[in-house]
């Protein structure tokens, strides 16, 4: 694959302490090339502080996000779209009124909620409040609002989580496409098995650091994944 300028990201010492816990520890790390990235660690292990701060929803206490060779601003929002876990939003919001919002913020067509509304099967939930959906509705709304805009670099806390065996294919399909246009995956999960099939960069997390790092041209990668999280 050809180095996509526009998606290049390095993490400089970056931290994040929340009163005495540091939930993410002085990390390094450097993406120039389009692919999937998948972060893999027990629960508090950093994954979701680190895929946060990247995306600006909380600010480091230290360290520095280079993007597209300048420090990150504002304007990060233009080229990243993020699906937290647990997805949290005013529950008596529709899912069209939250679709219209997420189009607001990121500046996009109306035909934005159409298309992802109906590619996860969401058209007939529009007028249902956000507190009345399902977890594997909710899923799908996350996942769904974090592609508008056609983002260049795509964060993904536990995106199978909740998702029925229908979801978790369209999902994985999706993945493959959007590899296919050179985008930059950033994925958290501990379900190893549902995306052992596709090409992936693994980098292990424990206590806010990466203690250690399975390349895509690796052999026997979960072998290696499982030694790691043994290790701890």
Do not use: C
Not at 4 to 13: L, P, R
Not at 130 to 157: H, Q
Not at 163 to 176: K, M, N, V
Request: aromatic share 10%; net charge positive.
């Amino acid at each position: 694959m050809k180095k996509t300028q526009a998606g290049m990201i390095k993490i400089n010492q970056l931290s994040k302490q929340f009163g005495s816990l540091v939930a993410v520890n002085n990390i390094k790390l450097e993406i120039n090339e389009p692919g999937l990235y998948i972060f893999v660690g027990a629960n508090g292990s950093g994954k979701t502080t680190l895929f946060n701060l990247i995306n600006g929803l909380i600010l480091p206490s230290s360290g520095e996000i280079v993007f597209n060779n300048t420090a990150k601003g504002n304007k990060i929002e233009a080229f990243t779209g993020i699906s937290t876990e647990p997805f949290k939003t005013e529950p008596y919001l529709t899912v069209e009124g939250i679709a219209e919002i997420s189009r607001f913020i990121k500046k996009v067509p109306k035909s934005e909620i159409e298309k992802w509304l109906s590619f996860w099967g969401l058209q007939q939930a529009k007028q249902k409040m956000f507190k009345n959906l399902s977890t594997g509705m909710k899923k799908r709304l996350s996942l769904a609002l974090s592609l508008f805009g056609n983002p260049n670099l795509i964060f993904w806390d536990e995106p199978f989580n909740g998702l029925d065996p229908l979801g978790i294919e369209i999902l994985i399909q999706l993945i493959s496409k959007l590899l296919h246009q050179e985008k930059y995956i950033f994925l958290s999960t501990h379900l190893l098995n549902e995306i052992s099939t596709v090409e992936a960069t693994y980098f292990v997390m424990h206590e806010g650091k990466i203690i250690g790092t399975v390349h895509k041209n690796s052999k026997n990668k979960k072998t290696t994944i499982l030694k790691l999280l043994k290790q701890i």
